[in-house]
């Protein structure tokens, strides 16, 4: 079309132009995925070797990984554009229907956590319609891309599905290998050891809860989300006092009550003195070598003074 409109210099600038767009949507594309992998790796939902780091900082297999798959789709495509697009348009949808269910999610479970939008039910569901009713046609106009599609999904929820229940899975393997060797083997011996040090390791990392005037019925909730979603035995239940304030009466003796209901964990009570904010939050994580990605808060109300991308990887759980 360039070169029809204006000859060689227009067919040129549009070409360069088009390489130089592209170019940056790959970029972002990768810093994108940079970001959520490392994130889900620092939250143990994918295998730590992805954050290994090179002396500049950079996750470089969280990038090689990327590259491989990418290279991979464009094998298993033939380099066909259109089954390229079709892949990404499936993989783009599904996306976009999780961060309505997400919306929807918070909006039941966490209404009063302050946000600078809000969006009705009736809005929210048309959307969600909406997106689901693309993803259905472009899946019944080409199923053979979905499959594509799900040939990657399989793998991806193998590996996300080890990772959250690898606990599990690694007590039914110490059961099984104990079941089919002989006892009194040594090199066996070992393969028992290592899978419980294994366990233990896994279980070893601490977590902390950040409470002010919590009541024993919401930190009984803390402990029941760390209990299902989180492999971990050792919690610091940690109140952050400032000058003027005091401890709720009964909160030594609901961690007390808690200890015992819950005597798989480890449950630690702390009073720090200070005023809770991000760099609180930072020096407690450097003092007690827990990253701040492991410390939990409840969903903060309106006068929080602080918004919540301020506190950096802090995680509401309740």
């Known amino acids: 079309m360039g070169h029809s409109a204006g000859g060689n210099w227009l067919f040129y600038l549009i070409s360069i132009d088009a390489i130089l767009v592209l170019s940056g949507a790959v970029l972002t594309s990768y810093v994108g995925v940079g970001g959520l992998i490392e994130r889900m790796t620092l939250d143990r939902i ?3 070797f992805l954050i290994i780091r090179n002396k500049k900082g950079s996750s470089y297999l969280i990038f090689i990984t990327f590259f491989i798959l990418c290279v991979t789709i464009l094998f298993i495509t033939q380099g066909n554009l259109e089954a390229l697009a079709g892949v990404y348009t499936i993989a783009f949808l599904r996306v976009m229907i999780w961060f309505g269910i997400g919306n929807l999610l918070l909006k039941i479970n966490r209404n ?3 946000r600078p939008e809000r969006v009705g039910y009736v809005a929210l569901f048309i959307a969600v319609a909406g997106v689901i009713t693309a993803l259905i046609g472009n899946m019944m106009l080409k199923p053979e891309y979905l499959g594509i599609f799900v040939e990657y999904l399989i793998p991806t929820l193998l590996i996300i599905g080890f990772m959250l229940y690898r606990i599990p899975v690694l007590k039914a393997l110490l059961l ?3 079941y089919l060797t002989p006892k009194g083997k040594p090199v066996f011996e070992n393969i028992d050891r290592r899978i419980i040090r294994i366990i233990h390791r896994i279980n070893s990392q601490e977590f902390v809860f950040f409470t002010k005037k919590d009541d024993v019925a919401t930190l009984n909730k803390v402990l029941r989300y760390i209990t299902i979603n989180e492999n971990t035995r050792r919690l ?3 109140a952050v006092l400032e000058p003027s304030k005091h401890l709720p009466v009964n909160l ?3 961690v007390e009550v808690l200890d ?3 005597p798989d964990i480890v449950i630690e009570h702390i009073e720090e003195h200070g005023v809770f904010g991000p760099e609180k939050i930072k020096e407690l994580s450097k003092k007690w070598n827990i990253p701040i990605n492991f410390m939990f808060i409840g969903a903060p109300g309106e006068k ?4 919540i991308q301020e506190l950096g990887d802090v995680r509401l759980i309740i």
Request: hydrophobic share 45%.
């Open 46 to 48: 994918l295998p730590k």
């Open 112 to 114: 009063k956590l302050p």
């Open 176 to 178: 099984f290998v104990k």
């Open 236 to 238: 610091k239940i940690v």
């Open 252 to 254: 030594k003796a609901d």
């Open 260 to 262: 015992r209901a819950y």
């Open 304 to 307: 929080f003074p602080f918004k």
